[in-house]
């Protein structure tokens, strides 16, 4: 019997390569969901192209047609919710997002980012990854996935995966490795959650049945 696919509406705000990912892995049956929509909150955004080649439904919730958070916020969950997702991922979405957002979809939402967190929440975080480096601080840059809560970028990590930092490394070349590795781990967290093995219960992740006493460490061969 063929596992239901899970209905997920993706907001993005850019590029949307990580949406990409998250298309091929659909196309390939590697990810049992259904992509409902793909919504930005940038009219330009290049992943908005790359949903339509998909043939993706698309929306724009424009932010800066809002006159402040709250508004835009109630405006996006009227968007996200009439597509009736049980997963809503957050693919490069650059917004703040409000508590009473967040609490709608508390457990059912998730995100990644461009840091080993808890270091480096917010922005700029290979640069500030470099300088760590270049201070002897860490060796290890890398992103994580995790559920989304009211703190930002601040909720249990579900999956991480470390990537050495080069000595000759900028900014640039750093992100794309580390792009790399998101490509690869965000299909892998949002197929657990579909198969119905991820869960958030109060603030601690469960895999498999497994209360996570830290965070899944990415290897690509993972089931
Ligand atoms: C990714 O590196 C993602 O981790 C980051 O934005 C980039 C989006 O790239 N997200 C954040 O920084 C969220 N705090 P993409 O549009 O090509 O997927």
Sequence with gaps: MPIPKLPIVILISGSGSNLQAIIDAVEENELPVEIRAVISNRPGAKGLQRASCAGLRTEVVDHTQFDNRTAFDEALKHSVEQF???????????????????????????????????AFKGLNTHARALAAFKAGEI????????????????????LQAAVPIEKDDNPETLAARVLGSEHQMYPQAIR?????????QGNQVWLDEQALDAPVLFAPDDD
Excluded: C, Q, Y
């Excluded at 995100?111 to 080993?116: E, F, Q, V, Y």
């Excluded at 060796?139 to 579900?158: C, M, Q, R, W, Y």
């Design 139 to 158: 060796k290890n840059h890398g992103a994580s996935v995790h559920f989304v809560t009211a703190e930002l970028d601040g909720g249990p990590v579900i």
């Design 84 to 118: 009736e997702p049980r997963l809503v991922v957050l693919a490069g979405f650059m917004r703040l997002l409000t508590a009473d957002f967040v609490n709608h979809h508390l457990g059912r939402m998730l995100n990644i980012h461009p840091s080993l967190l808890p």
């Design 192 to 200: 657990w959650f579909a198969e119905g093995r991820l869960r958030l």
